[in-house]
Protein backbone atom coordinates (compact mmCIF):
# COMPACT_ATOMS: atom_id res chain seq x y z
CA UNK A 1 0.00 0.00 0.00
CA UNK A 2 1.30 3.60 -0.63
CA UNK A 3 -0.71 6.87 -0.51
CA UNK A 4 -0.65 10.34 0.03
CA UNK A 5 -2.98 12.56 1.72
CA UNK A 6 -2.89 16.15 3.09
CA UNK A 7 -2.46 16.55 6.98
CA UNK A 8 -5.42 18.79 7.01
CA UNK A 9 -7.76 15.35 6.08
CA UNK A 10 -6.41 12.77 8.28
CA UNK A 11 -5.65 15.08 11.17
CA UNK A 12 -9.41 15.41 12.16
CA UNK A 13 -10.26 11.37 11.37
CA UNK A 14 -7.34 10.55 13.41
CA UNK A 15 -8.51 12.51 16.44
CA UNK A 16 -11.89 11.25 16.56
CA UNK A 17 -10.30 7.66 16.82
CA UNK A 18 -8.16 8.79 19.98
CA UNK A 19 -11.57 8.50 22.24
CA UNK A 20 -12.21 4.84 20.59
CA UNK A 21 -8.34 3.20 21.35
CA UNK A 22 -8.10 2.13 24.89
CA UNK A 23 -4.77 3.09 26.25
CA UNK A 24 -4.33 0.21 28.27
CA UNK A 25 -5.38 -3.30 26.63
CA UNK A 26 -4.62 -7.01 26.44
CA UNK A 27 -5.30 -7.44 22.76
CA UNK A 28 -2.47 -5.35 21.22
CA UNK A 29 -4.17 -4.91 17.79
CA UNK A 30 -6.79 -2.54 19.42
CA UNK A 31 -4.33 -0.21 19.75
CA UNK A 32 -3.38 0.18 16.09
CA UNK A 33 -6.11 1.72 13.21
CA UNK A 34 -6.90 -0.27 10.21
CA UNK A 35 -6.17 1.92 7.04
CA UNK A 36 -7.67 0.70 3.64
CA UNK A 37 -7.27 2.17 0.24
CA UNK A 38 -8.61 0.26 -3.21
CA UNK A 39 -7.34 3.15 -5.84
CA UNK A 40 -10.94 5.16 -5.55
CA UNK A 41 -9.30 8.41 -4.06
CA UNK A 42 -10.20 7.39 -0.48
CA UNK A 43 -8.69 6.22 2.10
CA UNK A 44 -10.50 4.33 5.07
CA UNK A 45 -10.29 4.22 8.32
CA UNK A 46 -11.55 2.16 11.25
CA UNK A 47 -10.88 1.65 14.84
CA UNK A 48 -12.51 -0.32 17.36
CA UNK A 49 -12.47 -1.96 21.54
CA UNK A 50 -14.91 -4.14 20.80
CA UNK A 51 -17.86 -2.22 22.28
CA UNK A 52 -17.87 0.66 20.15
CA UNK A 53 -16.09 1.04 16.80
CA UNK A 54 -15.99 4.59 14.55
CA UNK A 55 -15.58 4.40 10.26
CA UNK A 56 -14.01 7.25 8.79
CA UNK A 57 -12.58 7.93 5.14
CA UNK A 58 -10.81 10.87 3.90
CA UNK A 59 -9.79 11.90 0.50
CA UNK A 60 -6.30 10.88 -0.77
CA UNK A 61 -4.00 10.37 -3.50
CA UNK A 62 -3.67 6.43 -3.75
CA UNK A 63 -0.46 4.89 -5.66
CA UNK A 64 -0.95 1.60 -4.51
CA UNK A 65 -4.02 -0.02 -2.88
CA UNK A 66 -4.21 -2.29 0.07
CA UNK A 67 -5.00 -2.55 3.98
CA UNK A 68 -2.66 -2.04 6.78
CA UNK A 69 -2.49 -1.23 10.52
CA UNK A 70 -0.89 1.33 12.30
CA UNK A 71 -0.33 2.25 16.20
CA UNK A 72 -3.34 4.56 16.67
CA UNK A 73 -1.75 7.22 19.21
CA UNK A 74 1.48 7.51 17.38
CA UNK A 75 0.01 7.99 14.35
CA UNK A 76 -2.00 10.42 15.79
CA UNK A 77 1.28 12.04 17.24
CA UNK A 78 3.25 12.49 14.41
CA UNK A 79 0.92 14.08 12.50
CA UNK A 80 -0.21 16.31 14.53
CA UNK A 81 3.48 17.37 15.02
CA UNK A 82 4.03 17.90 11.06
CA UNK A 83 3.61 21.17 9.31
CA UNK A 84 0.59 21.81 6.90
CA UNK A 85 1.83 19.15 4.33
CA UNK A 86 1.34 16.51 2.51
CA UNK A 87 2.19 12.66 4.03
CA UNK A 88 3.14 9.49 2.57
CA UNK A 89 2.12 6.47 3.87
CA UNK A 90 3.46 3.65 2.16
CA UNK A 91 4.11 0.01 3.38
CA UNK A 92 7.54 -1.60 3.94
CA UNK A 93 8.59 -5.12 4.74
CA UNK A 94 9.02 -7.17 7.44
CA UNK A 95 5.73 -5.81 8.83
CA UNK A 96 6.40 -1.96 8.70
CA UNK A 97 5.04 1.26 7.75
CA UNK A 98 6.98 4.83 6.97
CA UNK A 99 5.12 7.83 7.32
CA UNK A 100 7.29 11.14 5.99
CA UNK A 101 6.92 14.54 5.28
CA UNK A 102 9.10 17.15 3.85
CA UNK A 103 12.29 15.97 5.43
CA UNK A 104 10.29 14.11 8.16
CA UNK A 105 10.99 10.08 7.85
CA UNK A 106 9.63 7.67 9.94
CA UNK A 107 9.21 3.84 10.38
CA UNK A 108 6.84 1.98 12.35
CA UNK A 109 5.97 -1.72 13.15
CA UNK A 110 2.34 -3.05 11.74
CA UNK A 111 0.43 -5.47 13.31
CA UNK A 112 -1.22 -8.10 10.94
CA UNK A 113 -4.63 -7.21 8.82
CA UNK A 114 -5.71 -10.69 9.68
CA UNK A 115 -5.47 -9.69 13.42
CA UNK A 116 -7.99 -6.62 13.22
CA UNK A 117 -11.71 -7.59 14.34
CA UNK A 118 -14.15 -7.76 11.32
CA UNK A 119 -17.23 -4.91 12.47
CA UNK A 120 -20.78 -6.21 11.44
CA UNK A 121 -22.35 -3.68 8.68
CA UNK A 122 -25.26 -2.20 8.58
CA UNK A 123 -27.46 -4.30 5.95
CA UNK A 124 -31.03 -3.73 6.95
CA UNK A 125 -32.22 -0.47 5.56
CA UNK A 126 -36.16 -1.53 7.37
CA UNK A 127 -34.90 0.08 10.59
CA UNK A 128 -33.81 3.42 9.25
CA UNK A 129 -34.67 6.11 11.43
CA UNK A 130 -33.79 9.90 10.60
CA UNK A 131 -32.98 11.52 14.04
CA UNK A 132 -32.83 15.78 14.10
CA UNK A 133 -28.91 16.70 15.18
CA UNK A 134 -29.43 19.23 17.43
CA UNK A 135 -32.05 17.53 19.45
CA UNK A 136 -29.88 14.56 20.03
CA UNK A 137 -27.08 16.83 20.41
CA UNK A 138 -28.70 18.52 23.53
CA UNK A 139 -30.04 15.12 24.68
CA UNK A 140 -26.80 13.72 24.72
CA UNK A 141 -25.12 16.50 27.12
CA UNK A 142 -28.02 16.92 29.45
CA UNK A 143 -27.76 12.94 30.65
CA UNK A 144 -24.28 11.46 29.74
CA UNK A 145 -23.00 12.84 33.33
CA UNK A 146 -25.75 10.91 34.78
CA UNK A 147 -24.51 7.61 33.84
CA UNK A 148 -22.30 5.56 36.47
CA UNK A 149 -19.37 3.52 34.87
CA UNK A 150 -18.96 1.20 37.61
CA UNK A 151 -22.56 -0.13 39.08
CA UNK A 152 -22.45 -4.44 38.31
CA UNK A 153 -26.28 -3.62 37.46
CA UNK A 154 -24.74 -3.38 33.53
CA UNK A 155 -28.20 -1.93 32.63
CA UNK A 156 -27.30 1.46 34.60
CA UNK A 157 -24.31 1.54 32.79
CA UNK A 158 -25.94 3.16 29.96
CA UNK A 159 -28.83 6.03 28.63
CA UNK A 160 -32.41 4.46 27.46
CA UNK A 161 -33.00 6.31 23.76
CA UNK A 162 -36.58 6.07 23.15
CA UNK A 163 -37.64 6.40 19.35
CA UNK A 164 -41.80 7.53 18.52
CA UNK A 165 -43.08 8.96 15.51
CA UNK A 166 -42.65 12.89 16.06
CA UNK A 167 -41.01 12.64 19.82
CA UNK A 168 -37.34 11.37 21.02
CA UNK A 169 -36.21 11.03 24.80
CA UNK A 170 -33.21 9.46 26.19
CA UNK A 171 -32.78 8.96 30.25
CA UNK A 172 -29.83 8.10 32.34
CA UNK A 173 -29.65 7.11 35.65
CA UNK A 174 -27.29 6.17 38.47
CA UNK A 175 -29.44 5.49 41.15
CA UNK A 176 -29.03 8.24 42.63
CA UNK A 177 -29.99 11.12 40.19
CA UNK A 178 -31.46 10.93 37.16
CA UNK A 179 -31.96 12.98 33.68
CA UNK A 180 -34.52 12.77 31.35
CA UNK A 181 -34.70 14.86 28.20
CA UNK A 182 -37.34 14.80 25.07
CA UNK A 183 -37.95 16.54 22.06
CA UNK A 184 -40.98 17.34 20.24
CA UNK A 185 -39.32 20.00 18.91
CA UNK A 186 -37.62 18.53 15.60
CA UNK A 187 -39.71 15.53 14.02
CA UNK A 188 -38.13 12.05 14.12
CA UNK A 189 -38.62 10.10 11.62
CA UNK A 190 -39.32 6.77 12.03
CA UNK A 191 -42.16 3.80 10.21
CA UNK A 192 -41.86 2.10 13.28
CA UNK A 193 -44.28 2.33 16.37
CA UNK A 194 -41.64 2.71 19.21
CA UNK A 195 -37.80 1.70 19.46
CA UNK A 196 -36.22 1.47 22.85
CA UNK A 197 -32.24 1.08 23.45
CA UNK A 198 -29.84 0.66 26.03
CA UNK A 199 -26.84 3.02 24.72
CA UNK A 200 -23.36 2.12 26.41
CA UNK A 201 -21.85 5.46 28.02
CA UNK A 202 -18.31 5.11 25.71
CA UNK A 203 -21.42 5.34 23.04
CA UNK A 204 -22.86 8.74 24.23
CA UNK A 205 -19.55 10.34 24.64
CA UNK A 206 -18.12 9.17 21.50
CA UNK A 207 -21.24 10.51 19.74
CA UNK A 208 -21.53 13.75 21.44
CA UNK A 209 -18.03 13.99 19.81
CA UNK A 210 -19.10 13.56 16.64
CA UNK A 211 -22.20 15.34 16.74
CA UNK A 212 -20.11 18.60 17.31
CA UNK A 213 -19.70 20.28 14.46
CA UNK A 214 -22.38 20.21 11.51
CA UNK A 215 -26.56 20.45 11.02
CA UNK A 216 -27.37 17.16 8.95
CA UNK A 217 -29.38 15.21 10.44
CA UNK A 218 -28.14 11.68 11.95
CA UNK A 219 -29.02 8.11 10.40
CA UNK A 220 -29.99 5.42 12.93
CA UNK A 221 -30.09 1.74 12.43
CA UNK A 222 -30.38 -1.25 14.80
CA UNK A 223 -28.93 -4.62 13.87
CA UNK A 224 -28.81 -7.83 15.60
CA UNK A 225 -26.69 -6.91 18.17
CA UNK A 226 -25.13 -3.72 17.50
CA UNK A 227 -26.16 -0.26 16.69
CA UNK A 228 -24.97 1.92 13.77
CA UNK A 229 -25.01 6.02 14.01
CA UNK A 230 -24.35 7.95 10.53
CA UNK A 231 -22.81 11.51 10.93
CA UNK A 232 -21.03 13.38 7.97
CA UNK A 233 -20.12 10.34 6.37
CA UNK A 234 -18.37 8.82 9.43
CA UNK A 235 -20.55 5.92 11.06
CA UNK A 236 -20.52 4.58 15.02
CA UNK A 237 -20.80 1.21 15.18
CA UNK A 238 -22.04 0.35 19.22
CA UNK A 239 -22.56 -3.04 20.88
CA UNK A 240 -26.23 -2.85 22.38
CA UNK A 241 -26.73 -3.42 26.15
CA UNK A 242 -28.94 -6.80 26.60
CA UNK A 243 -30.88 -5.76 29.91
CA UNK A 244 -33.94 -4.28 30.59
CA UNK A 245 -34.04 -0.52 32.10
CA UNK A 246 -35.15 0.66 35.02
CA UNK A 247 -39.27 1.84 34.74
CA UNK A 248 -38.03 5.36 34.94
CA UNK A 249 -41.57 6.91 34.98
CA UNK A 250 -42.24 5.60 38.50
CA UNK A 251 -39.02 7.50 39.48
CA UNK A 252 -40.46 10.99 38.38
CA UNK A 253 -42.57 12.07 41.67
CA UNK A 254 -45.62 13.89 40.68
CA UNK A 255 -46.81 15.18 44.20
CA UNK A 256 -43.83 17.46 45.14
CA UNK A 257 -45.66 20.51 46.03
CA UNK A 258 -43.27 23.32 46.96
CA UNK A 259 -41.55 25.21 44.13
CA UNK A 260 -38.44 27.84 44.58
CA UNK A 261 -36.92 29.52 41.64
CA UNK A 262 -33.19 30.57 41.67
CA UNK A 263 -30.80 32.53 39.12
CA UNK A 264 -28.86 29.44 37.77
CA UNK A 265 -25.94 31.65 38.26
CA UNK A 266 -26.39 32.57 41.19
CA UNK A 267 -27.00 29.12 42.71
CA UNK A 268 -24.12 27.87 40.80
CA UNK A 269 -22.02 30.30 42.42
CA UNK A 270 -22.92 29.59 45.90
CA UNK A 271 -23.38 25.61 45.77
CA UNK A 272 -19.35 26.13 44.52
CA UNK A 273 -17.90 28.42 47.31
CA UNK A 274 -19.97 26.46 50.15
CA UNK A 275 -18.61 23.12 48.83
CA UNK A 276 -15.72 23.83 48.87
CA UNK A 277 -15.85 23.23 52.92
CA UNK A 278 -18.08 19.79 52.68
CA UNK A 279 -17.10 16.36 53.39
CA UNK A 280 -14.39 15.27 50.59
CA UNK A 281 -16.22 11.93 50.86
CA UNK A 282 -19.85 12.74 50.62
CA UNK A 283 -19.99 16.35 49.26
CA UNK A 284 -23.34 17.45 50.75
CA UNK A 285 -24.70 20.81 51.22
CA UNK A 286 -28.02 21.58 52.92
CA UNK A 287 -30.12 23.74 52.12
CA UNK A 288 -32.86 24.98 54.33
CA UNK A 289 -35.66 27.13 52.72
CA UNK A 290 -37.34 29.48 55.00
CA UNK A 291 -39.75 32.67 53.96
CA UNK A 292 -37.61 34.41 51.45
CA UNK A 293 -34.79 32.87 51.57
CA UNK A 294 -32.56 29.85 51.59
CA UNK A 295 -29.32 29.26 53.40
CA UNK A 296 -26.86 27.10 51.54
CA UNK A 297 -24.64 25.26 54.26
CA UNK A 298 -21.54 22.45 54.43
CA UNK A 299 -20.00 21.18 57.89
CA UNK A 300 -17.34 18.73 57.72
CA UNK A 301 -15.44 17.99 61.06
CA UNK A 302 -12.44 17.77 59.45
CA UNK A 303 -12.58 20.51 56.97
CA UNK A 304 -14.96 23.21 58.88
CA UNK A 305 -18.34 24.85 57.78
CA UNK A 306 -19.64 27.43 55.09
CA UNK A 307 -23.07 29.40 54.90
CA UNK A 308 -24.44 31.10 51.73
CA UNK A 309 -27.74 32.83 51.95
CA UNK A 310 -29.53 33.63 48.77
CA UNK A 311 -33.25 35.50 48.73
CA UNK A 312 -35.88 33.95 47.12
CA UNK A 313 -39.48 34.19 47.09
CA UNK A 314 -41.44 31.48 48.48
CA UNK A 315 -44.01 31.87 51.71
CA UNK A 316 -44.44 27.68 52.07
CA UNK A 317 -43.60 25.73 55.36
CA UNK A 318 -39.87 25.43 56.11
CA UNK A 319 -38.12 22.61 54.98
CA UNK A 320 -34.90 21.38 55.03
CA UNK A 321 -32.93 18.66 52.48
CA UNK A 322 -29.62 17.81 51.76
CA UNK A 323 -27.64 17.10 48.24
CA UNK A 324 -24.56 16.00 46.89
CA UNK A 325 -23.35 19.13 45.26
CA UNK A 326 -21.62 17.89 42.38
CA UNK A 327 -24.76 16.41 41.35
CA UNK A 328 -26.82 19.29 41.55
CA UNK A 329 -23.91 21.63 39.69
CA UNK A 330 -23.98 18.46 37.03
CA UNK A 331 -27.40 19.75 36.29
CA UNK A 332 -26.96 23.42 36.53
CA UNK A 333 -23.79 23.47 34.35
CA UNK A 334 -26.18 22.31 31.27
CA UNK A 335 -29.69 24.23 32.06
CA UNK A 336 -30.06 26.44 29.45
CA UNK A 337 -32.11 29.03 31.44
CA UNK A 338 -31.22 31.72 33.48
CA UNK A 339 -33.81 30.54 36.13
CA UNK A 340 -34.40 26.46 37.02
CA UNK A 341 -36.90 25.47 39.45
CA UNK A 342 -36.35 23.50 42.61
CA UNK A 343 -39.64 21.52 43.47
CA UNK A 344 -39.85 19.34 46.97
CA UNK A 345 -41.92 17.62 48.99
CA UNK A 346 -40.18 16.93 52.20
CA UNK A 347 -36.36 16.50 53.11
CA UNK A 348 -36.94 12.52 52.33
CA UNK A 349 -38.18 12.60 48.90
CA UNK A 350 -36.92 12.79 45.83
CA UNK A 351 -36.60 16.34 44.23
CA UNK A 352 -37.19 17.56 41.14
CA UNK A 353 -35.04 20.21 38.92
CA UNK A 354 -36.16 21.80 35.62
CA UNK A 355 -34.61 24.92 34.11
CA UNK A 356 -37.71 27.49 33.24
CA UNK A 357 -38.25 29.70 29.94
CA UNK A 358 -36.02 26.95 28.05
CA UNK A 359 -36.35 26.84 24.26
CA UNK A 360 -34.41 23.57 23.88
CA UNK A 361 -35.99 20.13 24.98
CA UNK A 362 -38.29 19.23 27.96
CA UNK A 363 -35.41 18.63 30.70
CA UNK A 364 -36.16 16.93 34.20
CA UNK A 365 -33.38 16.08 36.55
CA UNK A 366 -34.71 13.78 39.58
CA UNK A 367 -32.60 13.96 42.62
CA UNK A 368 -32.52 12.09 45.64
CA UNK A 369 -31.79 13.66 48.64
CA UNK A 370 -28.90 12.86 50.91
CA UNK A 371 -29.34 11.35 55.39
CA UNK A 372 -26.21 12.88 56.98
Known amino acids: MELTVR ?3 LLPELQLFQGIIERKNTIPILGNVLIETSGDGLVRLLATDLEVGLRSTCAASVVKGGSLTIPAKKLYEIVRALPETKIQIKEGTKGSVRVSADRFDSRMQTLPREDFPTLPEATDESSLVSLPRAGLREMVTKTQFAITGEDTRYFLNGALLVLQPGKMQLVAT ?3 RLALVATTREKVKSEEDEVQV ?3 KKTLWELARLLTD ?6 YLAGE ?7 DGRQLISRVIDAQFPAYERVVPKSNDKTIEFERDRLTSAIKRVALLSSERSKAVKLQIGKDHVDITSN ?3 VGEATETLAIEYGGKDVEICFNAQYVLDFLSVADSSVVQ ?3 KDEMSQA ?3 PVGSDGCDYTYVIMPMRV
Open 7 to 9: KSD
Open 174 to 176: DGH
Open 198 to 200: ILP
Open 214 to 219: GDGDVQ
Open 225 to 231: NHLFFNV
Open 300 to 302: SPE
Open 342 to 344: LHL
Open 352 to 354: VMT
